[in-house]
């Protein structure tokens, strides 16, 4: 590293009560247990002396060494001679500069330094940071997607591009690099002083914060006096970068372990007191597969279900577990140990088995914030992140330019006594309405439910292809996969000669015996103005003031805004439908 680099800033998260110092004094001692326990993962750090050149700021530097042996494993078993390995050794040395200033502890980095306050950092900081110092502008962004066909992508815009809230409810932003608003720097600050106004550097946040400026020691120390000092954003500052406050990925293993545990004995309450809890099940490696398996079972023990929702398996846990449900910590344990499964129906290969809280998304709420498991990991929610949802689910279904919430009446039956499958036959043999529930298309991805219900309306010039769930909680995350990899399929099959919905029209027709639809009146469905839609059925109405009361799922607040994005970033109509269930 020169004399001056552009170093990442990462602000360390005070222990509670304590004070910068102390929980320096803590993480050191953290590290020091751990090295006890695991010399090899935690080599030896050693402190090297530092001069005090700042007033009120302690510095305190911190280096360890890790052996490498470089290149020799790639060549060891063409190596002539054995000791000729040595010649490729070297040491990596790991810094780690702790900053305590009077309020704060921050911290820079090289190599693997950031490894030594694991479980510390506070990840919110580079985006409370931008708050304070970027306009909606950016010029480049990392983006982890939780709806359509990417699982992440790197962005980086010919423009400055601005983000609006509700474009951001079916991200996560792993890096965010913006223009500094030089309209927003403190008169006379210490940042004013060091940059040049009419060029303003780039900020780039993600873990740490960076400004995209060498600097010296001396400077980065009072650039962090400076954060410390920054005033609040204004309301409008609030409101233009609301998407900051968003989902970020949870990365301290023992909050991992605590959010697990919690979860599952969230489970046990749910099964014991009927408690609430906003869980669904899937394969978040495989949807297509988990939607059309056969043979679920937890451990040995067969789990009903076509494929099996959150009921299906607390029953066989409470069958199975009864002994232990007053038990909460021998509950969980022997629930951490059970694996689920299930088979692929395009294969007979060996079972999809994972343990079973690989399969989970849910919500949990632990100390005051709220966390979520989607797709195998663990984020929280950050600052206004969920109330900016609520609002902005709120507008957008109700009262948007085009609400998401469909005000056609579409001659949809209330939902009453029967399950999902029941109520998809009773309406899918009612009028425009055509049944689909269970009848795969065989495509590239496997097989798929292209729909539960068909709804044609030649008059209207529209065709619905419908996705069908009982209840507005997690059981969403599910119907939203599942109409957008239907959207995916069905699109990519009307650019490719309806091939795959000829293939799949006999099985449909079967499904369908008596309502007399040819194959050419199946396919010219497919001509008209499709609308893409999940139908919910609740006990109460969809109103604002239901959505505010009842119906608090946070999971399928996002999931609906985030397929609308999706949708509409295709060029495709998504709706959100309602029947009342008795």
């Not at 110092?21 to 803590?26: A, C, E, F, K, V």
């Not at 927003?184 to 550097?201: C, Q, R, W």
């Not at 005051?368 to 279904?397: H, I, M, P």
Request: glycine share 6%; proline share 4%; with cysteine.
């Amino acid at each position: 590293m020169d004399k001056k680099a552009n170093v990442g800033l990462w602000k360390i998260q005070l222990t509670q009560g304590g004070t910068a110092q102390t929980t320096l004094d803590d993480l050191l001692e953290s590290y020091r247990r751990l090295r006890k326990a695991d010399p090899s993962s935690h080599p030896r750090l050693v402190q090297v002396a530092l001069a005090q050149a700042v007033s009120g700021v302690s510095l305190e530097l911190y280096i360890r060494s890790r052996p490498s042996p470089g290149f020799a494993p790639f060549v060891s078993d063409y190596l002539i001679f054995e000791n000729d390995q040595k010649k490729f050794a070297y040491n990596v040395i790991d810094t780690c500069l702790f900053i305590v200033t009077k309020p704060s502890l921050f911290a820079v980095t090289s190599s693997f330094g950031y490894r030594i306050f694991d479980g510390y950092v506070d990840f919110a900081f580079p985006f409370e940071v931008a708050k304070r110092l970027v306009a909606n502008n950016f010029i480049a962004a990392d983006v982890r997607e939780f709806s359509g066909p990417r699982a992440s992508r790197t962005e980086t815009y010919r423009r400055a591009q601005s983000i609006s809230g509700s474009e951001s409810f079916g991200k996560v932003w792993k890096r965010l690099v913006g223009r500094l608003d030089t309209g927003l720097l403190p008169t006379g600050g210490y940042l004013a002083s060091i940059i040049d106004i009419h060029k303003p550097p780039a900020l780039e946040m993600k873990s740490s914060f960076t400004i995209r400026k060498k600097l010296d020691l001396l400077e980065v120390v009072k650039l962090a006096q400076e954060l410390d000092d920054l005033p609040e954003p204004s309301p409008d500052q609030t409101r233009q970068l609301a998407f900051l406050d968003n989902l970020y990925v949870v990365r301290d293993q023992q909050l991992i372990l605590d959010l697990r545990y919690h979860l599952l004995d969230n489970v046990r309450q749910a099964i014991v007191h009927g408690s609430e809890i906003d869980l669904d099940l899937g394969d978040p490696d495989e949807l297509a597969a988990y939607q059309t398996g056969t043979d679920f079972q937890l451990s040995r023990w067969t789990v009903p279900g076509d494929p099996p929702d959150k009921d299906d398996l607390f029953g066989v846990i409470r069958q199975q577990l009864s002994g232990l449900l007053k038990k909460p910590t021998a509950f969980v344990e022997k629930l951490e140990t059970l694996r689920f499964s299930y088979r692929r129906q395009s294969d007979d290969a060996q079972p999809v088995r994972k343990e079973v809280h690989k399969f989970m998304h849910a919500q949990v709420d632990l100390n005051g914030q709220t966390y979520f498991l989607l797709d195998g990991s663990w984020y929280r929610a950050q600052g206004a992140c969920l109330e900016n949802l609520k609002r902005d689910f709120l507008a957008e279904v109700f009262t948007g330019r085009q609400p998401i919430l469909s005000q056609e009446d579409l001659g949809l039956m209330p939902w009453s006594g029967t399950d999902e499958d029941g109520y998809n036959r009773a309406q899918g043999a009612s009028g425009q309405f055509y049944y689909g529930d269970k009848v795969f298309a065989l495509s590239d991805r496997g097989k798929v439910e292209l729909f539960d219900l068909l709804r044609v309306d030649k008059a209207a010039g529209t065709l619905h292809v419908i996705h069908v769930k009982d209840g507005f909680d997690g059981k969403m995350r599910d119907a939203c996969s599942q109409i957008s990899l239907a959207r995916e399929v069905i699109s990519a099959d009307l650019t490719n000669g309806k091939v795959l919905l000829e293939a799949f029209y006999p099985r449909w027709q079967l499904a369908n015996a008596g309502r007399g639809i040819s194959k050419e009146d199946f396919l010219g469905w497919f001509d008209l103005n499709i609308i893409y839609a999940v139908l919910a059925s609740t006990k109460t109405d969809f109103t604002e003031q239901s959505f505010d009361q009842q119906l608090r799922s946070h999971i399928a607040r996002r999931e609906i805004i985030a397929t609308r994005n999706e949708f509409k970033s295709s060029g495709a109509t998504f709706r959100l439908l309602h029947t009342k269930r008795s």
